[in-house]
């Protein structure tokens, strides 16, 4: 099987605006994603959902500033680290990953063992 | 001595490989890759193969099945360096090549499961998590061998680019473990319509080679016909795969009547219809009756459809204009597409005059999508021109004009330009 991270980047107001109902919607999505992973023969071997982006700190170098390292629309809000027989099936599980105000990407995650 | 044939001579081992190379590069590639697992390896060791081909033709004559030879030598190649260097193929994972036996992307009736690797070649070059760029690229170097050099002169990019273009595309595939095999059923059809969308804009870049002097680019039009032939003869169950070969045979019929002997664009209908190629007619024709047999035809069966109702006509003012607009409902339906609406609205002028059609002109000028499409303008300019409105239909061709880059469509816009003027200006 092969490693993947799904990274879930959506508008954060979308939450902001919808309240506590908007979230615990999500919630419940991501819920019955995490048990459709394992219907499609897939593996979650990780993943969280982060802080909104107004949380963040960026370093770069010496200096550190407030806020996300891009300013964009739609920020990192959470991930899910996978494993799935090809790219193809990744795709088809990250399809179904919850991200109502925006949408997600795939990355394979590089293999640093072999040195 | 027994075992030395009188030897080939040079030009007719030559003949012979360049023959091989261009029939046999993608089956020999497609096999190979199966071993290296690792899509640089396998050219290396096809490359070497028609290398050592070069001489061993030359002393035992050409082998009575090139492919066969050609595989074997670069398959041996490829296992001689797996056992010598392994360590070299850990910068990057091998491909996932799953058994064939498990293959459950066969049709039924259709593509034999075993013996043939072309499709999953094809396949991979097109995967819908590659830039259409890229698909295409990757498409003429691997399955049809054609140099980098080659393609960066085709589709106008320096060779670095194009070489970077290739480089990073065969690392996605490692890296994001995109699979060597055929899609599953469901798949299918989105993953098809990649590789047969590939394969025409091969054909329309060298149809109508958007930037150069010449109006057709042989060679490319020559590769992608031979793909789609290859791939109808991979998968000859497939309508959409008969409708793309039928589309480009039936549109290729035209090729030597599209200019004239100065260069000159030649519309429809003032090509010398005797000299369209008969037998590509008639391939292409049969074709189309067969894709459109098997109910619900797709977007290439019915533009096949349309160039067949075209090619089939005595003359421009005796074809079969309501059909056309029948099928053009029809394409506009399994493809609505905003350059599809506007070749409709071409064929709603013949069928109801140009008056009605510029109504749909509009729709499409405020609908923006074909904002900087040179075919906008001008099929306008020819409805107003048609209706006697010199000035307007002027100020159309002028558009048209500044937004063309081929020589041939140039010249041909200029000329239609100075014709309205004449009668403007008096």
């Known amino acids: ?115 | 001595m027994a075992d030395s044939q009188p030897p080939a001579d040079r030009a007719t081992v030559a003949v012979a490989i360049a023959e091989a190379h261009r029939r046999e590069w993608a089956f020999v590639l497609a096999a190979t890759v199966r071993v290296t697992r690792d899509l640089d390896a396998a050219e290396e060791c096809v490359q070497d193969a028609y290398v050592a081909a070069l001489d061993a033709w030359a002393r035992q004559g050409v082998p009575r099945n090139p492919a066969a030879w050609l595989t074997t030598a670069a398959r041996n190649r490829a296992l001689d360096s797996l056992r010598r260097d392994r360590t070299l193929r850990a910068k990057l994972p091998l491909l996932i090549v799953p058994e064939p036996v498990r293959d459950p992307a066969v049709p039924p009736g259709g593509v034999p499961a075993i013996g043939d690797d072309r499709l999953r070649l094809i396949f991979t070059c097109c995967h819908p998590a590659l830039a259409r760029e890229a698909q295409v690229a990757l498409t003429l170097r691997l399955v049809c061998g054609v140099t980098t050099a080659e393609i960066a002169q085709a589709f106008v990019v320096s060779e670095p680019t194009m070489a970077a273009r290739v480089t990073r595309a065969k690392k996605k595939i490692a890296a994001a473990r995109i699979s060597y095999r055929v899609p599953e059923l469901a798949e299918l059809p989105d993953r098809l319509d990649a590789v047969l969308t590939v394969i025409h804009l091969l054909y329309t870049t060298g149809h109508t080679n958007p930037h150069g002097a010449n109006l057709v680019r042989a060679d490319l039009v020559e590769r992608a016909t031979g793909l789609a032939r290859m791939l109808r003869q991979l998968m000859p169950d497939e309508p959409e795969v008969a409708g793309l070969l039928a589309l480009l045979l039936l549109t290729d019929a035209r090729r030597a009547t599209r200019t004239d002997e100065q260069g000159h664009l030649l519309l429809l209908e003032q090509q010398d219809r005797s000299r369209w190629d008969q037998a590509d007619i008639a391939e292409g024709a049969a074709l189309v009756v067969q894709a459109l047999r098997r109910g619900r035809p797709g977007r290439f069966a019915l533009q096949a459809a349309i160039a067949a109702v075209h090619a089939e006509a005595p003359s421009y003012d005796k074809t079969d204009w309501p059909q056309l607009l029948e099928l053009y409902d029809r394409l506009l339906i399994a493809w609505p597409s905003p350059v599809v609406a506007l070749n409709r609205a071409v064929v709603v002028s013949m069928v109801c005059g140009p008056e009605a059609a510029l109504d749909d002109v509009a729709d499409l000028e405020r609908d923006g999508r074909l904002a900087g499409y040179r075919y906008l303008p001008a099929a306008k300019a020819d409805m107003l021109r048609r209706l006697g409105r010199a000035g307007e239909a002027l100020l159309a061709y002028q558009e048209a004009l500044d937004l063309a880059d081929n020589a041939a469509e140039r010249a041909f816009l200029a000329g239609r330009v100075a014709e309205v003027q004449q009668p403007a200006e008096r």
């Open chain 1, 1 to 115: 099987m092969a490693q993947y991270a799904i990274l879930i980047y959506e508008a954060e107001e979308g939450y902001a605006s919808g309240g506590e109902q908007a979230w615990q919607q999500a919630m419940e999505a991501h819920g019955r994603f995490a048990a459709r992973v394992g219907e499609l023969g897939g593996k979650i071997t990780g993943g969280d959902a982060l802080q909104p982006a107004v949380t963040a700190t960026s370093i770069r170098g010496d200096i550190v500033t407030d806020g996300p390292f891009t300013e964009t629309k739609e920020a990192l809000g959470g991930f899910y680290l996978i494993e799935a027989r090809d790219l193809d099936h990744a795709i088809a599980i990250a399809r179904e990953c919850p991200a109502p105000y925006g949408g997600v990407e795939v990355r394979p995650i590089m293999d640093t063992s072999g040195g």
